[in-house]
């Protein structure tokens, strides 16, 4: 069974860091681009950043300069570094992957892990 589980949220205070982690698992052939969304309630799921296979990175415009997303290829695992939190980022982050199973490639979710940012 192909899964990804997220681990890492928690409750922070403002300008505190936390780092997320996500691990790919099962019968995977590749792993394309990995990344990390977010979804506040009534909201839709939103980028807050993505890395290729070969290291190239996007990020959303809010998390710019404070967040760093990073991969080990050998691991199927993707790194959400947050630093310099705010209350805006509290969300229920998402890791997501590109994966090809059995020749098939699609798009697959982990359960989300819940960020609080709060004093």
């Known amino acids: 069974q192909v899964q990804l589980v997220e681990s890492g949220g928690g409750l922070v205070q403002p300008g505190g860091s936390l780092r997320l982690s996500c691990a790919a698992s099962?019968?995977?052939?590749?792993?394309?681009?990995m990344g990390w969304y977010r979804q506040a309630p009534g909201k839709g799921r939103e980028l807050v950043a993505r890395?290729?296979?070969?290291?190239?990175?996007t990020c959303a415009d809010s998390v710019k300069g404070r967040f760093t997303i990073s991969r080990d290829n050998a691991k199927n695992t993707v790194d959400l570094q947050m630093n310099s939190l705010e209350p805006e980022d509290t969300n229920v982050y998402y890791c997501?992957?590109?994966?090809?199973?059995?020749?098939?490639?699609?798009?697959?979710w982990g359960k989300g892990t819940l960020v609080t940012v709060s004093s």
């Open positions: 099962g019968s995977i052939f590749s792993i394309n681009t």
């Open positions: 997501n992957a590109y994966l090809v199973v059995d020749y098939t490639g699609m798009n697959y």
């Open positions: 890395i290729t296979r070969d290291g190239i990175t």
